[in-house]
């Protein structure tokens, strides 16, 4: 009894299989990391105004709410490992628009190839670290392995900022394919080696399979509990950010005065306290509750927006503080928030949970994006922003109150 007790202590929190999981994660995110945080920058270097701007980012979010729930389930049925190779393989031809592109209508066609990504790729991620951790240390799994993932934020802003500014966003965009490309080589052989170790079954894909999925799914959303909850917060959640973060460098060039590189720096400040604040977050998530975690993300994500908007232009060093209050905050809640929607379904479903999130999420926030640039227009650049804050702080309130995982639930978790 004593050696078998021994032999699970002993047991490493992050097994093989995920550190090559999260290696090929880090590639593949480097990638995206180097120019998703300047497409607004881009956009406008592709002559699109700010309205437009908002208008491109309402117009991506559609394609991924017809894919995300078919993502989840394909994942669900053939495999985490396969689901996410195949989507990666689609990820290569996202970089062919952005880089041939002469109008900023055309890196639609990129966001659309993105998205069919996104829906096998993001599903899948959450998923298979839940099904390589227990019950017990779940946070604490995602919040290293998030840790060693925001590795991405860190050094992708700044590269990317660095090679856009000294060899042109196209060049930039190059050296991102490069890095994806990498990645794709090394997810395609981790799912092939799975097929052959037998280490999944995938299931026969059916209309019946999808939607038995689907009716468990919407029952445990429509039964008022935590996952009805978490869906109304987050979406409310969402929507505030979407009216604002697309906007965001744009704020900080012609607001805070800042170059180029100086954004991909306080990108890379705000990847680098998110990583630092994983861990710890995860780590008190199982020792108190996700629910006081994500509260207490939510007080530094909401203070880092209003310190954004009350810092005079020019200032640059409050700026990068403010963001990195920002990161401190994101990272603390985003393993709490991970473990508790794993906790809350069943590990079948944890894929369909996931992408039906994901979509939910998006249809709530959709206009969003047109809106905050309108209210930009409107109104101030700094309006979005302050909305934005106000709902994160007000959003504690029903977090505190209802973020409580069922009795059932908890006997299962602990049995």
């Known amino acids: 009894?004593?050696?078998?007790?021994?032999?699970?202590?002993?047991q490493p929190l992050l097994s093989g299989v995920l550190i090559l999981f999260l290696v090929a994660m880090i590639f593949a995110n480097l990638g995206g990391n180097m120019y998703g945080p300047l497409m607004p920058l881009y956009l406008r270097d592709l002559k699109a105004s700010v309205p437009q701007i908002g208008l491109f980012f309402t117009l991506s979010q559609i394609i991924p709410l017809l894919l995300q729930i078919l993502g989840g389930w394909l994942s669900d049925s053939i495999g985490r490992l396969r689901a996410i190779a195949i989507g990666s393989v689609f990820g290569i031809?996202?970089?062919?628009?952005?880089?041939?592109?002469?109008?900023?209508?055309?890196?639609?066609l990129g966001e659309a190839l993105g998205a069919i990504t996104r829906s096998l790729v993001g599903p899948s991620f959450d998923a298979f670290i839940a099904e390589h951790s227990t019950e017990q240390n779940r946070a604490k799994v995602f919040g290293v392995t998030q840790a060693i993932f925001m590795i991405v934020s860190v050094i992708g802003p700044p590269l990317g900022g660095w090679l856009a500014g000294a060899y042109g966003f196209k060049g930039m965009l190059l050296v991102a394919a490069f890095f994806y490309i990498l990645a794709t080589l090394i997810r395609v052989g981790m799912a092939r080696e799975a097929a052959k170790g037998g280490n999944s079954q995938p299931k026969k894909l059916s209309f019946a399979s999808l939607k038995q999925n689907l009716s468990s799914m919407f029952g445990m959303?429509?039964?008022?509990?935590?996952?009805?909850?978490?869906?109304?917060?987050?979406?409310?959640?969402?929507?505030?950010?979407?009216?604002s973060m697309n906007l965001m460098p744009i704020y900080l060039q012609?607001?805070?005065?800042?170059?180029?590189?100086?954004?991909?720096?306080?990108?890379?400040?705000?990847?680098?306290?998110?990583m630092l604040?994983?861990?710890?977050?995860?780590?008190l998530a199982d020792k108190t509750s996700e629910r006081l975690v994500i509260s207490i993300g939510m007080v530094f994500v909401g203070l880092s927006l209003f310190?954004?908007?009350?810092t005079p232009s020019g200032l640059i060093w409050m700026?990068?503080?403010?963001?990195a209050l920002a990161g401190l905050g994101v990272g603390m809640l985003t393993p709490a928030y991970q473990s508790l929607i794993s906790k809350s379904v069943p590990a079948e479903l944890r894929g369909t949970a996931f992408g039906l999130f994901s979509t939910s999420l998006g249809i709530i926030s959709l206009p969003?994006?047109?809106?905050?640039?309108?209210?930009?227009?409107?109104?101030?650049?700094r309006f979005p922003f302050m909305v934005t804050g106000i709902v994160v702080l007000l959003s504690i309130i029903p977090i505190m109150l209802k973020f409580h995982l069922p009795a059932k639930a908890e006997v299962l978790e602990n049995s």
């Open 93 to 108: 031809f996202v970089f062919f628009p952005l880089i041939l592109a002469q109008t900023w209508q055309w890196l639609l």
């Open 319 to 323: 700026y990068f503080a403010g963001w």
């Open 221 to 243: 959303i429509f039964a008022g509990g935590l996952i009805t909850w978490i869906l109304i917060t987050d979406g409310v959640r969402d929507t505030s950010f979407a009216l």
């Open 368 to 381: 969003a994006p047109w809106i905050g640039a309108q209210l930009w227009a409107g109104v101030s650049p």
């Open 1 to 10: 009894m004593e050696t078998t007790i021994a032999r699970v202590k002993k």
């Open 254 to 274: 012609d607001i805070g005065q800042m170059s180029m590189i100086q954004i991909g720096w306080m990108n890379s400040v705000f990847g680098l306290c998110m």
């Open 277 to 283: 604040m994983t861990i710890p977050g995860g780590w």
């Open 307 to 310: 310190m954004l908007i009350g």
